[in-house]
């Protein structure tokens, strides 16, 4: 799923999925999660460099929104 900028709008949906900055996570703004646009990709051809890890809380919403997306729930 692409990360983007935080915008007002976009935090409205239910199914982005905010991510504070942090160490950890590599990300220097406020940043959503888009988990309408989930596709597939190649990580030995797009993958370049891992930037950060992501907390189980920030997975576990990630997890949820997905459900939400494919109507698992």
Same mark, same amino acid.
């Given at each position: ?9 976009? !935090?409205?949906?239910? %199914?982005? *999925? ?9 990300? %220097?703004?406020?940043?959503?999660? #888009?988990?309408? @646009?989930? /596709?597939?990709? +190649?990580?030995?051809? /797009?993958? *370049? @460099?891992? /930037?950060?890890?992501?907390? #189980?809380? &920030?997975?576990? !919403?990630? +997890?949820?929104?997905?459900?939400? *997306?494919?109507? &698992? /729930?």
């Amino acid at each position: 799923m692409p990360i983007t900028a935080w915008s007002e709008k976009k !935090a409205l949906i239910k %199914t982005n *999925v905010e991510i504070e900055p942090a160490a950890e996570n590599g990300l %220097t703004k406020k940043s959503i999660t #888009d988990c309408l @646009q989930t /596709r597939p990709i +190649d990580i030995n051809l /797009r993958l *370049v @460099q891992i /930037r950060g890890i992501i907390s #189980d809380q &920030l997975l576990q !919403a990630i +997890d949820e929104a997905l459900a939400m *997306v494919f109507g &698992l /729930r």
